[in-house]
Nanobody, 128 residues
Framework: QVQLVESGGGLVQAGGSLRLSCAASGLTFSSYAMGWFRQAPGKEREFVAAINWSGISTYYADSVKGRVTISRDNAKNTFYLQMNSLKPEDSAVYYC?????????????????????WGQGTQVTVSS
């Protein structure tokens, strides 16, 4: 079955960096767009970043643009979220997700309802 396993979360001071990884199995990774979403306590899940199947197209939420980079390694069935200049408001559980689509449209890739599979989440806590 399909599994998405996040890693790399943790506690970091404001201004610090973290690199999240999401390892996928049970699917043809290169056929899927991949996304990162996050959910803070008492808030709805929100889009963070997405990357299309080839890695050519990437999208970012305005709140993280310029501070995070999404990338993928199709040979390793893994994709990443490099987060820099972290802020306390970035604290949340971060989820990776897979969408079996060849589309590169931001309309689709930023929409959590489009995604077929989800990881269990990894906690990111940024202290002030």
């Amino acid at each position: 079955q399909v599994q998405l396993v996040e890693s790399g979360g943790g506690l970091v001071q404001a201004g610090g960096s973290l690199r999240l990884s999401c390892a996928a199995s049970g699917l043809t990774f290169s056929s899927y767009a991949m996304g990162w979403f996050r959910q803070a306590p008492g808030k709805e899940r929100e889009f963070v970043a997405a990357i299309n199947w080839s890695g050519i197209s990437t999208y970012y939420a305005d709140s993280v643009k310029g501070r995070v980079t999404i990338s993928r390694d199709n040979a390793k069935n893994t994709f990443y979220l490099q987060m820099n200049s972290l802020k306390p408001e970035d604290s949340a559980v971060y989820y990776c997700a897979a969408d079996r689509t060849s589309s590169s449209s931001s309309y689709y890739l930023t929409n959590s309802l489009r995604y077929d599979y989800w990881g269990q989440g990894t906690q990111v806590t940024v202290s002030s």
